[in-house]
């Protein structure tokens, strides 16, 4: 028993109305291909039919191809067939546009011969955020339309575009009335359906624009640095320009199966299913009712009290923030403000958006003033016995059923909760620095933490637009845990040979934003420091103990200009010689297959320590911390999944090579070829 077709068809008049109705987004699977390809045949072979509408039921247009599909045997007619078809039609079709027409779906928009949209829809081609490119005529027949100048920006950046736009830029025919797509559609397939020629789009010619795509690459290359996939959509582009519709197709064609079999798109499209699973829960009802978080109470106007505010605030969140100090306080208020000011006067946020940010402040040098918060979040000094004492406070001053939340980077949780009478409402909020720009939040999940407290604040981390991943409670939760037998190794091969420099610079190439001495000079070599300079039992003690703290000094692993431009420092050099000749360790070459061996290598051992121990739900889950919290590259899909593509066995190879203990699980992963 076949199901159901999800598309359907609907006769008003002489209009053929062709429906999709495929939840959640109408992603292009093989049943709506088919039922897309059967509707439209019924147009074109109906003769009292004289123009077609195709629309969505649901909350969007066509969404793109279903990525469920992508690797797996082809079914069903192919989306080249169906647009080919769509486009050859004697009939007109008008695509109705609303919600996100991305990807495959804006394509099959390009293919009809009109398309309207409600004005909240958007659309886009962001195949390169996959690791793709639009496979389905996308690249030859958008720049048809918009030129390549701004076909380039659509495609090789992949940010969609409102219809406001869209129809400034002639790829939508008419913004019609937001509550009647359906209606309106109709009309104008009515007002044109004997209008002749019926324009297709692959008639129309791209004139080169070789400065665009020179000005595109200048503007974008940083950026695009380590992906393949940006380069091949330009390239598809500028075919569009050079060559017939069928030869550009052809091309692209080539281009998008290089991508798709490559690792890199198998890598991002990981990320993307990651992403979303992890915002589930295993253990709790996704229908769980949520605590109302109407107003938050921030504690600590520092630079991550100031940014964790930012995030409720430019939600439309009011916040409570509180310090001990009023300099302290009207510090970090005017930060925030300026903060916001710099944003608006960028054009990143509308000009009155800081004043509506600021409004929505409360100040205050009281506790008290957080008695009507919903939820609590602390931002104070990374001590457990400052934590305890101040929670054992809001264990008295918080509403009954206010959440109350720890921004703590890698203390217990637990700890904290066992202070105070409600431990079913306390939970860890780790954000990271910049808080108000870094889009991982590490919610971490205390012994008693309620199940509808964890709903609660996944549920909030989507509204203020952070990625949230769930985490146990352990030594610097996922992330950080994982960071320091990097670190760890970093500082021994400094020891063993290797320069910062040379270190850096493998993690760089690797794809990451920088290397473990070019972070700790970011974020300051004086961070956990015990701040005794008689005591020096390590580089980074003798660094600490001559005020090199990092870039904040200019001066730290690395000199820096007043541009803060590093380069290497002799004075570090002569710090580690120093050291090195006092421990007796023989200097030798370390090549860079050495650095990648233990300072990769021993983070996914730790990441399957943390799976084994239960501290992460999924390895997936530690890919998604990785990328969202530390910059590793997406095109290499995580700390997992790249030991995946690595090879386990050669992971545990490497790892035992260099004398460490691996994880059972990694082991017998590796042994078994299954994944972790
Ligand atoms: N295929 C399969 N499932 C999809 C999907 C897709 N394209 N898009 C979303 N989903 C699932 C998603 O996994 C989640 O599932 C649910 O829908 C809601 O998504 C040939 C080759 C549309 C803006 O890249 O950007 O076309 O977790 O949580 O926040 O040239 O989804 O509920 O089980 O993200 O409201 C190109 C990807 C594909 C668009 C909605 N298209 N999707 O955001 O909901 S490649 C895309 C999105 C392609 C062609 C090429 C967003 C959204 P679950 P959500 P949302």
Redesign the pocket.
């Known amino acids: 028993m076949t199901a159901p077709s999800p598309i359907r068809t609907e006769r008003h008049g002489e209009i053929l109305v062709i429906i999709s109705d495929s939840p959640?987004?109408n992603?292009?699977?093989a049943a709506v291909r088919d039922g897309l390809e059967a509707g439209v045949k019924e147009g074109v072979a109906d003769a009292s039919i004289k123009a077609m509408v195709i629309r969505c039921d649901g909350?969007?247009f066509f969404?793109?191809?279903?990525?469920?599909?992508?690797g797996k045997p082809p079914k069903g007619a192919s989306?080249h067939e169906v647009i080919d078809m769509m486009d050859a039609s004697d009939k007109p079709i008008v695509a109705a546009i609303h919600?996100?027409a991305?990807?495959?779906?804006c394509?099959v928009a390009l293919a009809c011969h009109y398309r309207v949209a409600v004005p909240s829809a958007v659309m886009g081609?962001?195949?390169v955020?996959?690791g793709?490119?639009?496979?389905?005529g996308?690249t030859q027949r958008l720049p048809r339309i918009v030129g390549v100048k701004a076909a380039l920006e659509m495609v090789a950046i992949?940010d969609p575009i409102p219809a406001k736009k869209a129809a400034e830029v002639g790829l939508v025919d008419k913004v019609v009335g937001e509550g009647s797509l359906e209606a309106d559609a109709i009309a104008f397939a009515k007002e044109i359906a004997g209008k002749r020629p019926i324009p297709r789009v692959r008639d129309k010619t791209v004139d080169p624009d070789p400065e665009a795509v020179e000005a595109f690459r200048k503007a974008h290359g940083r950026k695009m640095r380590g992906f393949d996939a940006p380069a091949a959509n330009i390239a598809c582009v500028v075919a569009a320009s050079e060559k017939p519709f069928d030869e550009g197709m052809k091309f692209e064609r080539e281009q998008?199966m290089k991508l798709?079999t490559g690792t890199q798109s198998a890598a991002q499209r990981h990320i993307?299913?990651a992403e979303?699973?992890a915002?589930?829960i295993d253990d709790v009802d996704p229908k769980t009712p949520l605590r109302p978080v109407n107003k938050v109470g921030v504690i600590g106007a520092g630079t991550m009290g100031g940014g964790i505010s930012m995030n409720f605030l430019s939600a439309g969140i009011p916040v409570t923030i509180v310090e001990m100090q009023q300099e302290a306080l009207d510090r970090g208020t005017g930060v925030v403000r300026k903060n916001y000011e710099a944003s608006a006067a960028k054009g990143r946020i509308k000009p009155d958006a800081p004043e509506k940010a600021m409004a929505l402040l409360t100040p205050t040098l009281s506790l008290d003033d957080l008695a009507d918060c919903d939820l609590i979040i602390e931002a104070v000094y990374e001590n457990m016995d400052v934590k305890k004492e101040l929670f054992t406070k809001l264990d008295a001053i918080a509403r009954p059923g206010a959440i109350l939340a720890s921004n703590t980077s890698y203390l217990n949780v637990d700890e904290i909760a066992a202070v105070t009478k409600r431990p079913e409402d306390v939970v860890g909020m780790h954000f990271f620095s910049p808080a108000n720009v870094m889009k991982l939040l590490e919610v971490v999940r205390g012994e008693k933490t309620a199940g509808d407290v964890l709903a609660t604040v996944m549920a909030l981390a989507?509204k203020i637009r952070k990625v949230a991943v769930v985490a146990g409670v352990c030594h610097g939760f996922i992330g950080n845990r994982m960071l320091s037998p990097r670190q760890i190794e970093a500082n021994k091969l400094l020891m063993e040979g290797a320069t910062p420099e040379q270190i850096d610079r493998v993690h760089v190439e690797f794809g990451m934003p920088m290397g473990p001495f070019q972070m700790s000079d970011l974020a300051g070599v004086d961070i956990g420091w015990h701040r005794d300079p008689t005591r020096i039992e390590s580089i980074r003690d003798a660094l600490a103990a001559e005020g090199r703290w990092g870039q904040k000094k200019n001066a730290g692993f690395y000199d820096y200009d007043e541009k803060r431009n590093p380069t290497p420092s002799p004075r570090v050099a002569e710090i580690i010689e120093d050291f090195r000749s006092r421990s007796n360790l023989p200097k030798r070459e370390i090549t860079d297959e050495e650095i990648v061996e233990r300072t990769l290598y021993p983070m996914v051992n730790e990441g399957a320590l943390i799976l084994e121990e239960g501290k992460a739900q999924r390895a997936s889950d530690i890919d998604v911390v990785w990328i969202y919290g530390y910059g590793w590259p997406v095109y290499r899909g995580g700390p997992m999944f790249w030991a995946q593509t690595e090879g386990l066995p050669k992971v545990v190879a490497g790892l035992e090579k260099h004398g460490f203990k691996v994880a059972e699980s990694l082991k017998a992963a590796a042994e078994s070829g299954g994944k972790l």
Request: aromatic share 10%.
């Open positions: 959640p987004v992603a292009l699977g909350r969007t969404a793109g191809a279903d990525i469920t599909e992508f989306l919600g996100t991305l990807g495959g779906g394509e081609l962001p195949e955020k996959l793709l490119l639009p496979g389905a996308g992949g998008f798709m993307f299913f979303r699973q915002a589930k989507k």
